[in-house]
Each structure stands twice: as structure tokens, then as C-alpha cells.
């Protein structure tokens, strides 16, 4: 398997030769980071035990229980196949082999490694990293011309334009395809269609489905691409709970649980395209309802299969959630609902990755993941993906705006193409757009609201001027006039400006907590849950927390930095005002955020909020800013001068 840590050029391989010591006691102290060529073990839990002052009795505990260790050294080329991306290829062996590994220090072309452990643990690691660091011959032609491929005497050499021996990569790829096809069409056949329309949801009109819909915040339904001749009709929306799901009671019985009493708009809607089997994107706000749209109708599919769950390659249904908030929110939305003994489990980093690998190959139903780890322990081969046939992607469009674009991609390389693909996004940009053309096939697109960016009607926006250094006595003096009954989040735009604000309100005596990614994972679930019980009401965040965090009685959000991009302002201003109640956002806006106010001026004009004057100076001479900038621009390239710059 590729290596992100391999070098391009080829390397000499040093046998690795071996010291044993018999219960030792000696550690060498780690050095800083990486010196000289040499490398330092990364900072991942299986190796903090062998670093700082207060881990004495951790090691004390480990070298009572692992009475040997081996050192060995490898070509410090070839260091990098053993920490792998990230630190993972190491805790992958640690883990299969019950050792540990300490990367130790350099000199120059080799570095000394450490296994501690029992003698059958290291020697069984070090064979696995004699081989991990064995050099990749390059591919032969016997390679290609090998039975495995199912061509037996096809060529896949070719003669280049100078005569030299080249790989065919139309016929490689062409072999590929075909060997993936059979290995797809030998998989059992997926069951998607578990609807049986309600008479009284089968005799509406189609001006009574027009009506509904516009009633229930104007819902747009469409084919999101060509509409087939051939496809069905979307379906009617449902009323009730009992029209949707009056062939499954038991489903019915755990939504009487919870105390609703009637579907969300997106729900109603949602439903019957999921249980009919089609793809679906479904383009709301956040609080909505759209986990339950989708979590429902994967709990059927889940158990109407034809192979018993038991007897499965895999997990059935993957939902890929964009942050590890929104991931736990989900997995505690799934265990809500108990159907049928299905079981789940969440992925993230952050959490304990030997438990997670644990609850995945002891066999589970539903994968909630963040790309980045579900990515980790599908290259790891920890997770078999053959066998997912519904697939949900939720928040579609921050995935995208974080960058996991690639992991997506990667992680559902091997996933069967007759599966249910579901989408959901707040906003339906270009990058959301392609994203559905690639994975799914003729989905229904449910529009709850208008397309355009908006933010919910139910929180008063207020917008204040200031500047940068009055920021924060701007904030505490909002802090000291609260209600005692307010609840609010402060967003920051940097790690360091969440921590700086937590530590100055807790010097002041108020009760907070933060929430940011330099925070450890229990950490940030502690924060949360303070925030949700009531322990205390001020949260200090960055845009993690814009998105997959409800706390019902929020009244406050505070933006102490506008955010980089328009997108998040909407979520993180969807904080509040859920679930039927209103809240108010209050936005410090500085000189550096004018780029940002012709697009907060939308957002206001569309939820009927108040525009302050300063707002569209703002935004004006921003745009005179622009068009003066591409003048001299154009002056600039023919005299050649560095011309002025825009100011504010």
C-alpha cells in the first residue's frame, strides 16, 4: 500500500540490527521534534507514557508489566512507513502486535527504534517492520499479464512513440473496471423500496400537494437532473406519523416516545422518496429535523435485507458527518430509537481508535464518521465498505468547505454503485452540485425555503460597529448586563482569541466553558454538556459549534470575530431561535469585515431585519474600493509602478 511518508527516490535497505535487553529499566529522554534527519515519536496517546515528568508511574506500571525490550535501526528513508499519515500506521502496529514502539534518535542515515514489550510481542513487531520497510520492487510485465486480472494472455505493455516498454493504462483500467463489476454483481441484491402508500396520501390532488407545500415554507420538489421519462413520479407528501410508517409499529412506537406530534416539513416530504428507495437531496437549516428524515427510513432498510445482519460483510448504512459534534449529535439521535437490536457506532478522531476498530470488527449496522477517521480505518483496512447500500452525507456543503472532498472520494472508492446515496446541505453551491452528480443517480431534490443563503426568521439580528481593540470590553460589558436565565455561545474566529476569552471570564469570577480544536475530546463533550444542563450558560467556540450542536434554551449568540466565510454567520446565527422559539445575534463588525457586508446586507433584507446605515456605507466603499483596485491595475501593468493601495 502507498505511503504519504515515502520517499520518490529509491533507497538503499540497512538490515535491521537488534540489541536485547533483559529487564531494563533505562528510558532515553525524546528530544524535540525532528533533528538532523532523525525522527521523534508523534504525539498520539500509545506514546505518551514515555514522555513528560508527571507519567513516572506509567512507566514504572508499563516496565513491571513488559519486562523486556529490543532496540533496532532502520534507514531514517524509511522511518516514515512505520509512523505512517498521521502517527497511523504506528498505532496500527502497536496494536496488532501488543508492543510499543518509541522512534528514538538519529545519526544521520539510521535511527534507533524501540520495542518494548514481551519477547513473542517484539519480535512478532519487528518482523512486521523488517517487512513494512522491505524496498517496493517496480512492476514487471509478468505483473501485468498475471492471472489475477481475469485477462490471462492480455498484454498490458505497450511500446511508447521512442520504442521504450510502457504500461497500457486504458487496458489496466479497462481490466480493472471489469474485475470490480463481477465483484459487485456478485454481492446479494439491495432492497430499497419499503413504501406502501396511505389511501388518503394516495388520493390527493396535485393542487392539494401544491397547496401543502407552499404552506409549509414554500417546499420546492424537483428531479435534481434530467427528469427520465421512465422514473416515477415524486411521491405525495405524508401528514402523519401513521401515514408514513403504519407497515412498521414498532417504528411508530419510538416516535410516540419521543412526544412529537406531527412530521417537520422536510420529514413529510423526505420520508416517502426514502422509503420508496430513491436518492434524495434534501436543502434545509439546521434544526429542521433532517436527521430524523434520513435516520428512520436506513433503520428499515437496515432490517429488510435479504442476508441476515449476522451473516453481513459489513455495516449497511454510513452516515459522514462533517465535524465530531455533529457526528456524537447523531449517534445520539440513533440511540433514541431502538429497532430491531440495531446497533451503531461512532467514528471521529479524538476518540479511542483501538475501541472504535473493536466495536467495528465485532460487527455494528449503522458507521457515523467523520471523512478523516473513516478514511484512517478504510486504509487500514480495519472497516469493509463493500457492503454499505445506504449512504448519508450529511451537511454536505461544510464537508466541502473543510476540505474533506479528497477523503469522501477515497473512502467510497470501493462502494457498490446500486446503493441509496442521501445528501443533505444548508446551501447548494457548485461543490455540492458535483458532489451529487459523482454519487448519486437521479436523485429528488427537497427545497425547504428559498435556495438563497438565509438565516432563520425566528432571531433578531443586531449588528454593532467597533473597533478591533474594543472588542472585548464590548463583550464583558454584555456578559455583566445577562439575565440570569440567558444562555449564550461567543464565537471566535481563532483557537487562541477561545482560549484567551474563557481564561479572562473565568479570572473575572464568571463560570464558562470553551469549546475549540486544541481542546481533548472528553473535554469538549464535558463542555457540551454543561452547556446542555444548565452547569453553566456561557460557551466560548470557534466554528466548531457552528454546526450538530442543539441546545434548545440558547437565547444568545454573540459574534466577537465575523467569520471568513457568509456561510458560517448563517449557521452559527441558527444556533438559536430553534425548535419554534426566537433568539437574538448580536455581530461585532470591524474596518477588516467589509468584504463581508454587501452579503450580510442580503441576509438581513431577506429575514426583514434592520439595516444599519453604517452597514451600507460599509459595503459601498467596498465596491468603489474594488473598482478603483482594477484601474490601477491595469495602470500598473503598463507602467510598471506598484500603484496605491485600497484603504477603508
Not at 533533528?35 to 505518551?48: E, K, L
Not at 512505520?82 to 534518535?105: F, P, T
Not at 468584504?595 to 456605507?617: F, R
Request: net charge negative.
Amino acid at each position: 500500500m502507498a505511503d504519504d511518508w515515502e520517499e520518490s527516490e529509491p533507497v538503499v535497505v540497512v538490515p535491521a540490527s537488534t540489541t536485547y535487553i533483559q529487564n531494563s529499566r533505562v528510558f532515553h529522554q525524546t528530544g524535540r521534534g525532528r533533528g538532523r534527519g532523525g525522527w521523534r515519536t508523534p504525539s498520539d496517546d500509545s506514546n505518551q507514557r514515555f514522555r513528560g515528568q508527571d507519567n513516572r508511574d506509567n512507566r514504572r506500571s508499563f516496565n513491571n508489566d513488559h519486562n523486556s525490550k529490543k532496540i533496532i535501526t532502520v534507514s531514517s528513508d524509511k522511518v516514515g512507513r512505520i509512523i505512517g499519515k498521521g502517527g497511523n500506521k504506528i498505532r496500527d502496529l502497536e496494536y496488532e502486535s501488543e508492543a510499543k514502539i518509541r522512534i528514538g534518535d538519529s545519526s544521520g542515515s539510521l535511527t534507533s527504534i524501540t520495542l518494548f514489550g514481551s519477547p513473542e510481542a517484539t519480535a512478532k513487531v519487528e518482523d512486521m517492520i523488517n517487512k513494512l520497510i522491505e524496498d517496493r520492487k517496480p512492476p514487471t510485465r509478468e505483473h501485468f499479464n498475471n492471472s489475477d486480472t481475469g485477462s490471462g494472455s492480455n498484454d498490458f505493455m505497450k511500446q511508447s512513440q521512442d520504442g521504450v516498454e510502457i504500461i497500457d493504462w486504458d487496458k489496466l483500467n479497462a481490466a480493472h473496471d471489469e474485475e470490480q463489476k463481477k465483484r459487485w454483481d456478485s454481492l446479494p441484491p439491495i432492497i430499497k423500496d419499503f413504501y406502501k402508500e396511505d389511501p388518503t396520501v394516495a388520493g390527493m390532488t396535485p393542487a392539494d400537494v401544491t397547496r401543502w407545500r407552499l404552506a409549509n415554507h414554500d417546499i420546492q420538489v424537483k428531479r435534481t437532473f434530467d427528469d427520465k421519462p421512465e422514473l416515477r413520479p415524486i411521491p405525495n407528501p405524508v401528514l402523519t406519523f401513521e401515514q408514513a410508517f403504519h407497515q412498521y409499529p414498532e417504528i411508530l412506537e419510538e416516535i410516540y416516545k419521543q412526544g412529537f406530534k406531527q412530521p417537520s416539513p422536510i420529514q413529510s416530504q423526505a420520508w416517502p422518496i426514502l422509503l420508496r428507495g430513491d436518492d434524495m437531496i434534501g436543502i434545509a437549516q439546521t434544526g429542521t429535523g433532517k436527521t430524523l428524515a434520513f435516520l428512520l427510513p436506513a433503520l428499515i432498510h437496515i432490517d429488510g435485507q435479504t442476508i441476515p445482519r449476522e451473516e453481513r460483510e459489513g455495516p449497511t448504512v454510513l452516515i459522514l458527518a462533517p465535524t465530531r459534534e455533529l457526528a456524537l449529535q447523531i449517534e445520539k439521535e440513533t440511540l433514541k430509537y431502538q429497532y430491531k437490536g440495531i446497533t451503531s457506532v461512532c467514528l471521529y478522531g479524538g476518540g479511542d481508535r483501538k475501541e472504535q476498530i473493536k466495536m467495528c470488527k465485532g460487527g455494528v449496522d449503522i458507521v457515523i464518521a467523520t471523512p478523516g477517521r473513516l478514511n484512517d480505518l478504510v486504509l487500514a483496512r480495519h472497516l469493509n465498505i463493500i457492503n454499505f447500500s445506504y449512504i448519508v452525507l450529511d451537511e454536505a456543503d461544510r464537508m466541502l468547505d473543510m476540505g474533506f472532498e479528497p477523503q469522501i472520494r477515497k473512502s467510497l472508492y470501493d462502494v457498490r454503485p446500486d446503493r441509496q446515496t442521501v445528501m443533505t446541505s444548508a446551501t447548494w453551491p457548485a461543490g455540492v452540485r458535483r458532489l451529487a452528480e459523482s454519487y448519486m443517480k437521479d436523485p429528488i431534490q427537497v427545497n425547504v425555503g428559498s435556495l438563497d443563503l438565509a438565516a432563520v426568521h425566528t432571531v433578531t439580528q443586531k449588528i454593532v460597529f467597533l473597533e478591533e481593540d474594543d472588542k472585548e470590553a464590548a463583550l464583558f460589558e454584555f456578559i455583566q448586563n445577562m439575565d440570569k436565565n440567558d444562555k449564550v455561545i461567543i464565537f471566535c474566529g481563532k483557537k487562541a482569541t477561545a482560549r484567551h476569552i474563557s481564561t479572562e471570564l473565568c479570572l473575572k469570577g464568571i463560570e464558562c466553558q470553551s469549546l475549540h480544536g486544541d481542546r481533548e475530546q472528553i473535554d469538549r463533550e464535558a463542555a457540551l454538556e454543561e452547556m446542555v444542563d444548565g452547569t453553566v450558560n456561557i460557551l466560548v467556540a470557534t466554528d466548531v459549534a457552528s454546526r450538530g450542536i442543539d441546545i434548545k434554551d440558547l437565547t444568545h449568540v454573540v459574534n466577537l470575530d465575523f467569520p471568513r466565510h457568509i456561510e458560517e454567520y448563517v449557521h452559527r446565527v441558527g444556533r438559536t431561535g430553534r425548535a419554534g422559539k426566537t433568539g437574538i445575534s448580536l455581530s461585532f463588525i470591524t474596518r477588516q469585515d467589509w468584504a463581508h457586508a454587501q452579503d450580510l446586507i442580503k441576509i438581513l433584507e431577506e429575514a426583514n431585519q434592520e439595516i444599519p446605515d453604517e452597514l451600507l456605507s460599509m459595503a459601498n466603499r467596498f465596491e468603489a474600493m474594488k473598482i478603483r483596485r482594477e484601474q490601477e491595475g491595469g495602470d500598473r501593468r503598463g507602467r510598471g509602478g506598484r500603484g496605491r493601495r485600497g484603504r477603508y
